[in-house]
């Protein structure tokens, strides 16, 4: 039975904050800085329940441009959950989604209930837990010696539609750092090392070649020296599986990368870090 007193808006930007909150209590650990470039995604795209004026529930509907779309940050709290709340958010995203492809991470245990909207397992990703250590001299560089127009450019290869505006704020964030390999002219791999509630995450991690990826990995890991690092990788890329193997990494989440509509067909076997299970 729903709520009788159930609302949903959109969300102001001081309201990120409550679902990026809400995304830790889930275990989700989120990075300290994710509202920002959540919000500069699209900021018509976030949506907040409230019950009795107070807020219940949340979910993401970022559209990047008019054929594609990327949800998460779904969450009804867990007082206010078998209400109907959820229904009401997921009506009120795919209402906005409209026509678009719709990417999202889905939980394992919520994926049949996901079918039902027409979604569809591309791959499966999972999480990875090490532990960072300092780096042998790298070749990577600082991101903010490459002109943005360059790694606006190269990162549109791995995501089905323009992220500027979010990937501006997303390499900006306080206590972040990020790194790219330049080879002859050209770039030909970046990620991004940023602080979460529990150690570090690196995303994306994006490269041409395995030994690219090693080195940006290594060089991100130094920056979590002694501290858990974690790295979100799609299972169909092997060389990805290695590279956390090899750190001694240790599974502990899984996803799919779930579509509804026709999936982008992305280089899945550069992709060695996702950028984020909320945002795509």
């Not at 209590?25 to 795209?45: C, K, M, R, T, V």
Request: glycine share 10%.
């Amino acid at each position: 039975m729903n709520a009788p007193d159930v609302t949903v808006r959109r969300m102001r930007p001081d309201d990120i904050e409550i679902a990026v909150s809400w995304a830790a209590q889930e275990a989700w650990n989120p990075g300290l800085h994710d509202a920002e470039p959540f919000f500069a995604a699209d900021p018509n795209g976030f949506f907040l329940a409230e019950v009795a004026g107070k807020p219940a529930g949340c979910i993401s509907a970022v559209a990047y441009d008019n054929s594609f779309g990327f949800m998460g940050l779904y969450i009804v709290r867990a007082d206010q959950r078998h209400h109907g709340i959820g229904m009401a958010l997921w009506d009120a995203a795919m209402t906005y989604m409209g026509a678009r492809t719709i990417g999202a991470d889905g939980v394992v245990n919520m994926l049949d209930k996901y079918a039902l909207s027409g979604f569809r397992i591309a791959h499966n990703n999972a999480r990875y837990e090490g532990i960072g250590s300092r780096a042998p001299k790298s070749h990577a560089i600082d991101l903010a010696e490459v002109s943005f127009a360059e790694l606006e450019l190269y990162d549109r290869r791995f995501f089905p539609a323009p992220r500027g505006v979010f990937l501006k704020s997303w390499i900006s964030r306080p206590g972040s750092h990020s790194r790219g390999v330049i080879l002859g002219d050209r770039l030909t791999g970046y990620g991004v090392v940023r602080p979460c509630g529990r150690g570090f995450k690196i995303a994306p991690l994006f490269a041409d070649t395995p030994d690219i990826a090693e080195e940006l990995f290594t060089s991100l890991a130094s920056f979590a020296e002694g501290e858990p690092v974690f790295l979100d990788i799609p299972l169909c890329n092997p060389a990805a599986i290695e590279l956390v193997e090899r750190h001694g990494m240790s599974r502990v989440f899984e996803t799919a990368r779930i579509y509804r509509g026709t999936p982008p067909d992305l280089p899945l076997d550069t992709i060695y870090g996702i950028t984020s299970f909320e945002l795509g």
